[in-house]
Protein backbone atom coordinates (compact mmCIF):
# COMPACT_ATOMS: atom_id res chain seq x y z
CA UNK A 1 0.00 0.00 0.00
CA UNK A 2 2.83 2.38 1.48
CA UNK A 3 4.77 1.66 -2.31
CA UNK A 4 1.01 2.42 -4.23
CA UNK A 5 0.83 5.70 -2.89
CA UNK A 6 4.39 6.93 -3.80
CA UNK A 7 3.72 5.98 -7.00
CA UNK A 8 0.76 8.16 -7.52
CA UNK A 9 2.52 10.89 -5.56
CA UNK A 10 5.45 10.45 -8.04
CA UNK A 11 2.85 10.55 -10.87
CA UNK A 12 0.87 13.69 -9.59
CA UNK A 13 4.32 15.43 -9.40
CA UNK A 14 5.08 15.18 -13.09
CA UNK A 15 1.58 15.71 -14.39
CA UNK A 16 1.81 12.70 -16.33
CA UNK A 17 -1.78 11.36 -15.32
CA UNK A 18 -3.48 15.16 -15.61
CA UNK A 19 -6.07 14.51 -18.44
CA UNK A 20 -5.40 15.26 -22.02
CA UNK A 21 -6.85 18.73 -23.40
CA UNK A 22 -9.83 18.81 -24.81
CA UNK A 23 -10.69 20.34 -28.37
CA UNK A 24 -12.42 20.58 -31.49
CA UNK A 25 -13.43 23.17 -33.93
CA UNK A 26 -16.95 24.48 -34.43
CA UNK A 27 -17.42 23.64 -37.86
CA UNK A 28 -17.05 20.16 -39.32
CA UNK A 29 -16.05 20.95 -42.71
CA UNK A 30 -14.58 24.15 -44.58
CA UNK A 31 -16.82 25.42 -47.75
CA UNK A 32 -14.66 27.95 -49.76
CA UNK A 33 -17.22 29.39 -52.65
CA UNK A 34 -14.73 31.56 -55.32
CA UNK A 35 -12.43 33.62 -54.09
CA UNK A 36 -13.32 34.03 -50.39
CA UNK A 37 -10.73 33.21 -47.07
CA UNK A 38 -12.30 31.71 -43.79
CA UNK A 39 -10.31 32.43 -40.12
CA UNK A 40 -10.42 29.03 -37.96
CA UNK A 41 -9.89 28.66 -34.13
CA UNK A 42 -10.05 25.48 -32.31
CA UNK A 43 -12.14 25.62 -29.32
CA UNK A 44 -10.49 24.60 -26.18
CA UNK A 45 -11.77 23.24 -22.88
CA UNK A 46 -9.77 23.54 -19.22
CA UNK A 47 -7.33 25.32 -20.12
CA UNK A 48 -6.32 29.45 -21.13
CA UNK A 49 -2.74 29.18 -21.70
CA UNK A 50 -1.63 27.47 -24.58
CA UNK A 51 0.53 27.22 -27.20
CA UNK A 52 -0.44 26.18 -30.63
CA UNK A 53 1.60 24.57 -34.02
CA UNK A 54 -0.41 24.35 -36.88
CA UNK A 55 0.27 22.23 -39.50
CA UNK A 56 1.33 22.26 -42.64
CA UNK A 57 2.05 26.11 -42.35
CA UNK A 58 4.06 26.03 -39.48
CA UNK A 59 1.75 28.98 -37.53
CA UNK A 60 1.90 29.69 -33.97
CA UNK A 61 -1.38 31.56 -33.70
CA UNK A 62 -4.20 30.99 -32.40
CA UNK A 63 -6.31 30.97 -35.27
CA UNK A 64 -5.30 31.11 -39.07
CA UNK A 65 -7.00 31.73 -42.66
CA UNK A 66 -7.95 29.40 -45.03
CA UNK A 67 -8.22 30.00 -48.70
CA UNK A 68 -7.54 26.96 -50.69
CA UNK A 69 -8.49 23.31 -50.25
CA UNK A 70 -6.90 20.57 -47.99
CA UNK A 71 -6.15 19.38 -44.62
CA UNK A 72 -5.43 21.57 -41.68
CA UNK A 73 -4.42 20.66 -38.37
CA UNK A 74 -2.74 21.62 -35.09
CA UNK A 75 -1.06 20.72 -31.82
CA UNK A 76 -2.26 22.58 -28.75
CA UNK A 77 -0.33 22.34 -25.34
CA UNK A 78 -0.77 23.37 -22.34
CA UNK A 79 1.97 25.89 -21.34
CA UNK A 80 0.90 25.49 -17.49
CA UNK A 81 1.36 21.53 -17.76
CA UNK A 82 2.66 20.97 -20.51
CA UNK A 83 2.04 17.10 -21.24
CA UNK A 84 -1.20 18.23 -21.72
CA UNK A 85 -2.13 18.73 -25.76
CA UNK A 86 -4.72 18.18 -27.59
CA UNK A 87 -4.12 17.67 -31.87
CA UNK A 88 -7.73 18.21 -33.88
CA UNK A 89 -7.77 18.44 -37.97
CA UNK A 90 -10.58 19.95 -40.56
CA UNK A 91 -10.93 19.61 -43.87
CA UNK A 92 -11.53 22.27 -46.30
CA UNK A 93 -12.77 22.02 -49.77
CA UNK A 94 -12.54 24.65 -52.81
CA UNK A 95 -15.36 25.24 -55.06
CA UNK A 96 -14.32 23.95 -58.42
CA UNK A 97 -14.19 26.33 -61.62
CA UNK A 98 -16.89 24.50 -63.17
CA UNK A 99 -19.66 25.82 -66.03
CA UNK A 100 -22.48 24.37 -68.19
CA UNK A 101 -22.31 23.69 -71.98
CA UNK A 102 -23.86 22.15 -74.79
CA UNK A 103 -21.06 20.46 -76.54
CA UNK A 104 -23.03 19.89 -79.58
CA UNK A 105 -23.46 23.55 -80.01
CA UNK A 106 -20.20 24.82 -78.85
CA UNK A 107 -22.08 27.74 -77.17
CA UNK A 108 -21.52 28.80 -73.62
CA UNK A 109 -24.14 31.31 -72.28
CA UNK A 110 -26.23 32.12 -75.68
CA UNK A 111 -28.01 30.41 -78.26
CA UNK A 112 -29.16 31.14 -81.46
CA UNK A 113 -32.29 29.34 -82.81
CA UNK A 114 -33.76 29.65 -85.74
CA UNK A 115 -37.96 29.98 -85.58
CA UNK A 116 -39.74 26.57 -85.47
CA UNK A 117 -36.77 24.54 -84.95
CA UNK A 118 -36.58 21.77 -82.07
CA UNK A 119 -33.36 22.24 -79.73
CA UNK A 120 -31.78 19.73 -77.78
CA UNK A 121 -28.96 21.10 -74.79
CA UNK A 122 -26.84 18.59 -73.76
CA UNK A 123 -25.80 19.22 -70.33
CA UNK A 124 -22.18 18.61 -69.46
CA UNK A 125 -19.48 20.20 -66.68
CA UNK A 126 -16.31 21.39 -67.64
CA UNK A 127 -13.21 21.03 -65.63
CA UNK A 128 -15.46 18.60 -63.66
CA UNK A 129 -13.66 17.51 -60.40
CA UNK A 130 -12.71 13.95 -59.47
CA UNK A 131 -14.74 12.66 -56.66
CA UNK A 132 -17.41 15.67 -56.44
CA UNK A 133 -21.41 14.84 -58.09
CA UNK A 134 -22.90 17.11 -59.97
CA UNK A 135 -26.41 17.39 -60.32
CA UNK A 136 -28.73 19.83 -62.29
CA UNK A 137 -31.78 21.44 -61.92
CA UNK A 138 -34.72 23.39 -63.86
CA UNK A 139 -35.27 27.21 -62.75
CA UNK A 140 -38.33 25.57 -60.84
CA UNK A 141 -36.16 23.44 -59.10
CA UNK A 142 -37.06 20.55 -60.88
CA UNK A 143 -33.88 17.37 -61.16
CA UNK A 144 -32.66 17.51 -64.37
CA UNK A 145 -30.87 14.53 -66.58
CA UNK A 146 -28.50 15.31 -68.99
CA UNK A 147 -29.96 17.36 -71.85
CA UNK A 148 -33.38 19.58 -71.90
CA UNK A 149 -34.92 19.71 -75.26
CA UNK A 150 -37.70 22.46 -76.58
CA UNK A 151 -38.74 23.71 -79.60
CA UNK A 152 -39.13 27.30 -80.61
CA UNK A 153 -41.73 28.87 -82.59
CA UNK A 154 -42.06 32.39 -84.83
CA UNK A 155 -40.88 35.64 -84.60
CA UNK A 156 -43.01 36.10 -81.17
CA UNK A 157 -41.41 34.12 -79.41
CA UNK A 158 -38.32 36.62 -79.59
CA UNK A 159 -36.06 36.53 -76.48
CA UNK A 160 -36.12 34.00 -73.53
CA UNK A 161 -34.13 33.56 -70.62
CA UNK A 162 -32.94 29.78 -69.87
CA UNK A 163 -31.68 29.20 -66.61
CA UNK A 164 -30.21 25.91 -65.38
CA UNK A 165 -28.66 25.19 -61.55
CA UNK A 166 -26.11 22.75 -61.14
CA UNK A 167 -24.59 21.68 -57.71
CA UNK A 168 -21.71 20.08 -57.05
CA UNK A 169 -21.42 18.39 -54.00
CA UNK A 170 -17.46 17.51 -53.02
CA UNK A 171 -16.36 14.26 -51.12
CA UNK A 172 -16.74 15.63 -47.60
CA UNK A 173 -20.10 17.02 -48.24
CA UNK A 174 -19.93 20.77 -49.36
CA UNK A 175 -22.55 22.01 -51.88
CA UNK A 176 -21.40 24.34 -54.41
CA UNK A 177 -23.87 26.00 -57.16
CA UNK A 178 -23.38 27.17 -60.30
CA UNK A 179 -25.85 29.00 -62.95
CA UNK A 180 -26.21 28.73 -66.67
CA UNK A 181 -28.02 32.01 -67.44
CA UNK A 182 -27.98 31.79 -70.82
CA UNK A 183 -30.30 34.10 -73.39
CA UNK A 184 -31.94 32.00 -76.15
CA UNK A 185 -32.31 33.97 -79.09
CA UNK A 186 -35.25 32.61 -81.31
CA UNK A 187 -36.07 35.05 -84.08
CA UNK A 188 -33.32 36.68 -86.71
CA UNK A 189 -33.28 40.18 -85.74
CA UNK A 190 -31.63 43.18 -87.89
CA UNK A 191 -28.10 44.03 -87.40
CA UNK A 192 -27.07 46.34 -84.58
CA UNK A 193 -25.80 48.50 -87.75
CA UNK A 194 -28.75 48.32 -89.62
CA UNK A 195 -29.53 51.96 -90.42
CA UNK A 196 -26.06 53.56 -88.89
CA UNK A 197 -24.62 56.28 -90.55
CA UNK A 198 -21.14 57.11 -89.70
CA UNK A 199 -18.89 59.82 -90.98
CA UNK A 200 -15.34 59.29 -91.48
CA UNK A 201 -12.94 61.68 -91.90
CA UNK A 202 -10.52 60.68 -94.86
CA UNK A 203 -7.63 59.45 -93.75
CA UNK A 204 -8.58 59.13 -90.35
CA UNK A 205 -8.29 54.74 -88.85
CA UNK A 206 -11.89 53.65 -87.41
CA UNK A 207 -13.73 50.37 -86.08
CA UNK A 208 -16.94 49.18 -87.23
CA UNK A 209 -18.54 46.33 -84.40
CA UNK A 210 -20.19 43.76 -86.37
CA UNK A 211 -21.61 41.95 -83.26
CA UNK A 212 -19.80 38.26 -83.87
CA UNK A 213 -17.34 36.63 -82.19
CA UNK A 214 -14.70 36.33 -85.41
CA UNK A 215 -14.26 36.80 -89.14
CA UNK A 216 -16.79 34.29 -90.07
CA UNK A 217 -19.77 35.43 -88.39
CA UNK A 218 -20.30 37.84 -90.22
CA UNK A 219 -20.95 38.92 -94.17
CA UNK A 220 -20.02 42.72 -95.44
CA UNK A 221 -20.45 44.01 -98.90
CA UNK A 222 -20.39 47.67 -100.37
CA UNK A 223 -18.89 49.97 -102.70
CA UNK A 224 -15.01 49.55 -100.98
CA UNK A 225 -13.56 46.38 -99.03
CA UNK A 226 -10.05 47.54 -99.68
CA UNK A 227 -8.37 48.56 -96.59
CA UNK A 228 -11.55 46.48 -94.25
CA UNK A 229 -9.86 44.29 -91.88
CA UNK A 230 -11.20 42.14 -89.18
CA UNK A 231 -9.88 40.69 -86.41
CA UNK A 232 -9.76 37.48 -85.12
CA UNK A 233 -12.11 36.54 -82.40
CA UNK A 234 -14.17 39.67 -81.48
CA UNK A 235 -16.22 41.03 -84.66
CA UNK A 236 -14.81 44.26 -84.82
CA UNK A 237 -13.30 45.30 -88.37
CA UNK A 238 -10.88 47.92 -88.75
CA UNK A 239 -11.39 50.53 -91.49
CA UNK A 240 -8.09 51.79 -92.26
CA UNK A 241 -7.04 54.13 -93.53
CA UNK A 242 -10.61 55.69 -94.37
CA UNK A 243 -10.75 56.71 -98.18
CA UNK A 244 -13.06 58.32 -100.68
CA UNK A 245 -14.22 55.30 -102.22
CA UNK A 246 -15.57 54.12 -99.03
CA UNK A 247 -18.40 56.31 -98.82
CA UNK A 248 -21.87 54.88 -99.85
CA UNK A 249 -24.02 51.64 -98.66
CA UNK A 250 -22.88 48.54 -96.99
CA UNK A 251 -24.76 45.43 -96.91
CA UNK A 252 -23.87 43.53 -93.64
CA UNK A 253 -25.07 39.81 -92.07
CA UNK A 254 -24.35 38.33 -89.07
CA UNK A 255 -24.65 35.49 -87.28
CA UNK A 256 -27.17 35.86 -83.91
CA UNK A 257 -24.30 34.40 -82.05
CA UNK A 258 -21.34 31.85 -82.60
CA UNK A 259 -21.61 30.35 -86.19
CA UNK A 260 -20.95 26.82 -85.16
CA UNK A 261 -23.90 27.18 -83.00
CA UNK A 262 -26.39 27.89 -85.66
CA UNK A 263 -27.07 28.44 -89.04
CA UNK A 264 -29.31 31.73 -88.53
CA UNK A 265 -28.24 35.10 -89.74
CA UNK A 266 -29.26 38.95 -89.28
CA UNK A 267 -28.97 41.20 -92.07
CA UNK A 268 -29.06 45.12 -92.70
CA UNK A 269 -27.20 48.05 -93.96
CA UNK A 270 -25.46 50.92 -92.90
CA UNK A 271 -23.31 54.00 -94.94
CA UNK A 272 -20.68 55.70 -94.59
CA UNK A 273 -19.79 59.11 -95.39
CA UNK A 274 -16.40 60.58 -95.86
CA UNK A 275 -15.61 63.96 -95.43
CA UNK A 276 -12.39 64.82 -97.35
CA UNK A 277 -9.53 65.90 -96.29
CA UNK A 278 -6.78 65.40 -98.89
CA UNK A 279 -3.67 66.48 -97.26
CA UNK A 280 -5.19 63.55 -94.86
CA UNK A 281 -3.44 66.07 -91.77
CA UNK A 282 -6.60 65.29 -89.72
CA UNK A 283 -8.45 68.76 -90.74
CA UNK A 284 -11.19 68.56 -92.94
CA UNK A 285 -11.31 70.60 -96.35
CA UNK A 286 -13.90 73.00 -95.49
CA UNK A 287 -11.85 73.47 -92.03
CA UNK A 288 -8.15 73.78 -93.59
CA UNK A 289 -6.83 76.66 -94.14
CA UNK A 290 -4.46 74.96 -96.65
CA UNK A 291 -6.69 71.98 -97.72
CA UNK A 292 -3.87 70.98 -100.30
CA UNK A 293 -0.86 70.85 -98.15
CA UNK A 294 -0.27 68.88 -94.89
CA UNK A 295 -0.51 71.36 -91.87
CA UNK A 296 -2.25 69.93 -88.76
CA UNK A 297 -0.96 73.16 -86.64
CA UNK A 298 -3.12 75.43 -88.97
CA UNK A 299 -0.58 78.08 -88.66
CA UNK A 300 -1.93 81.27 -90.44
CA UNK A 301 0.58 84.55 -88.78
CA UNK A 302 -1.41 87.30 -90.74
CA UNK A 303 -4.51 85.84 -89.70
CA UNK A 304 -6.24 85.75 -93.57
CA UNK A 305 -7.42 82.29 -93.37
CA UNK A 306 -4.59 81.23 -95.41
CA UNK A 307 -2.57 78.94 -93.52
CA UNK A 308 1.52 80.14 -93.72
CA UNK A 309 2.30 77.01 -95.50
CA UNK A 310 0.40 77.68 -98.23
CA UNK A 311 0.03 81.33 -98.34
CA UNK A 312 1.45 83.44 -101.17
CA UNK A 313 2.11 86.64 -98.82
CA UNK A 314 2.12 84.96 -95.18
CA UNK A 315 3.31 88.48 -93.66
CA UNK A 316 0.38 89.81 -95.36
CA UNK A 317 -3.01 89.81 -94.84
CA UNK A 318 -4.72 88.68 -98.46
CA UNK A 319 -7.39 86.35 -98.52
CA UNK A 320 -7.92 86.41 -102.14
CA UNK A 321 -4.24 85.49 -102.86
CA UNK A 322 -3.86 87.66 -105.60
CA UNK A 323 -0.90 87.26 -107.88
CA UNK A 324 -1.11 89.93 -110.78
CA UNK A 325 2.43 88.78 -112.17
CA UNK A 326 2.06 85.07 -111.31
CA UNK A 327 5.15 84.79 -109.77
CA UNK A 328 4.40 83.10 -106.51
CA UNK A 329 4.56 86.28 -104.59
CA UNK A 330 1.29 87.90 -103.33
CA UNK A 331 0.33 91.05 -104.71
CA UNK A 332 0.49 92.08 -101.18
CA UNK A 333 3.53 91.53 -100.39
CA UNK A 334 4.32 93.30 -103.32
CA UNK A 335 2.66 96.18 -103.38
CA UNK A 336 1.24 98.30 -100.61
CA UNK A 337 -1.84 99.63 -101.37
CA UNK A 338 -4.39 97.81 -99.53
CA UNK A 339 -7.65 98.33 -98.64
CA UNK A 340 -8.11 99.03 -94.64
CA UNK A 341 -10.75 96.61 -92.63
CA UNK A 342 -13.80 98.33 -91.48
CA UNK A 343 -13.11 96.26 -88.23
CA UNK A 344 -9.61 97.18 -86.81
CA UNK A 345 -10.11 95.33 -83.31
CA UNK A 346 -12.65 92.15 -83.05
CA UNK A 347 -12.39 90.41 -79.39
CA UNK A 348 -14.38 86.85 -78.80
CA UNK A 349 -13.46 85.22 -75.76
CA UNK A 350 -12.80 83.09 -73.45
CA UNK A 351 -10.94 80.77 -75.32
CA UNK A 352 -11.71 78.02 -74.72
CA UNK A 353 -15.13 78.91 -73.56
CA UNK A 354 -17.24 76.92 -71.34
CA UNK A 355 -20.50 78.47 -72.11
CA UNK A 356 -21.17 82.06 -73.18
CA UNK A 357 -19.23 83.54 -75.99
CA UNK A 358 -18.24 87.26 -75.47
CA UNK A 359 -17.87 89.12 -78.81
CA UNK A 360 -16.37 92.56 -78.61
CA UNK A 361 -15.99 94.99 -81.67
CA UNK A 362 -14.58 98.71 -82.23
CA UNK A 363 -17.69 99.54 -84.43
CA UNK A 364 -20.77 99.47 -84.86
CA UNK A 365 -21.75 96.07 -86.05
CA UNK A 366 -24.18 95.41 -89.28
CA UNK A 367 -27.73 94.71 -88.48
CA UNK A 368 -27.08 91.60 -90.97
CA UNK A 369 -23.66 90.31 -89.70
CA UNK A 370 -24.16 86.80 -88.29
CA UNK A 371 -21.81 84.20 -86.53
CA UNK A 372 -21.41 80.93 -87.98
CA UNK A 373 -19.74 77.83 -86.25
CA UNK A 374 -18.41 74.91 -87.70
CA UNK A 375 -17.09 71.18 -86.09
CA UNK A 376 -13.84 69.57 -86.94
CA UNK A 377 -15.98 67.85 -89.55
CA UNK A 378 -16.59 70.80 -91.48
CA UNK A 379 -20.21 70.58 -90.18
CA UNK A 380 -21.87 73.75 -89.25
CA UNK A 381 -23.32 73.30 -86.05
CA UNK A 382 -24.73 76.80 -85.35
CA UNK A 383 -25.88 79.87 -87.05
CA UNK A 384 -26.77 83.41 -85.06
CA UNK A 385 -26.72 87.14 -85.72
CA UNK A 386 -24.02 88.52 -83.90
CA UNK A 387 -24.50 90.00 -80.95
CA UNK A 388 -22.28 90.79 -77.18
CA UNK A 389 -23.07 87.12 -75.97
CA UNK A 390 -23.99 83.57 -77.62
CA UNK A 391 -24.71 80.63 -75.78
CA UNK A 392 -22.21 77.61 -76.42
CA UNK A 393 -23.72 75.59 -73.65
CA UNK A 394 -25.15 73.52 -75.30
CA UNK A 395 -22.85 72.33 -77.98
CA UNK A 396 -20.04 69.16 -77.25
CA UNK A 397 -16.81 69.88 -76.03
CA UNK A 398 -14.19 70.12 -79.28
CA UNK A 399 -12.40 72.02 -81.70
CA UNK A 400 -14.43 74.53 -83.49
CA UNK A 401 -14.00 77.24 -86.71
CA UNK A 402 -16.10 80.89 -86.17
CA UNK A 403 -16.52 82.72 -89.05
CA UNK A 404 -17.80 86.35 -88.95
CA UNK A 405 -19.82 87.24 -92.18
CA UNK A 406 -21.64 90.08 -93.96
CA UNK A 407 -23.19 89.28 -97.10
CA UNK A 408 -21.72 85.79 -97.38
CA UNK A 409 -17.94 87.78 -97.06
CA UNK A 410 -15.70 86.38 -94.21
CA UNK A 411 -14.46 89.30 -91.96
CA UNK A 412 -13.09 87.43 -89.29
CA UNK A 413 -11.64 83.63 -89.02
CA UNK A 414 -10.84 82.15 -85.79
CA UNK A 415 -10.56 78.59 -83.67
CA UNK A 416 -12.53 78.19 -80.49
CA UNK A 417 -12.05 75.37 -78.12
CA UNK A 418 -15.56 74.29 -76.31
CA UNK A 419 -15.15 72.85 -73.05
CA UNK A 420 -17.31 71.28 -70.04
Not at 282 to 287: E, Q
Not at 331 to 353: H, L, M, Q, W
Not at 358 to 379: C, K, T, W
Request: charge should be negative; glycine fraction near 8%.
Amino acid sequence: MKKLLILLAACLASHACHAQLQAHFEESIICLDGSESISITPIVEGATNLSYLWQPNGESSASIIVSEAGTYSVLITNLDNPDQTATVSIEADEKPNFFLYAPDTNCADNFALCPYETFSLQLEVWNEQAGFEYHHYSESGVLLGTGISFTTFGSSTGYGPLQVKTEAISPNGCVFESWLDANVLVEPLPSALDGAHFDYLEGSCQELNFGGNSPEDFALSGPDMSNILPEPQNGIAKLCPVKASHSGTYHLSVATADAECVNCFNSGTFTINVIPDVDTDGIANTLDNCPDYFNPNQVDADGDGVGDDCDNCPTAANTDQADLNENGIGDACEFTSVEPSRYTKISIGPNPCHGLLQLEFDHEIERDAMLSLYNNLGQQVLISPLKSQIDMSHLPSGLYLVLLKHKEQIFYREKLIIEH
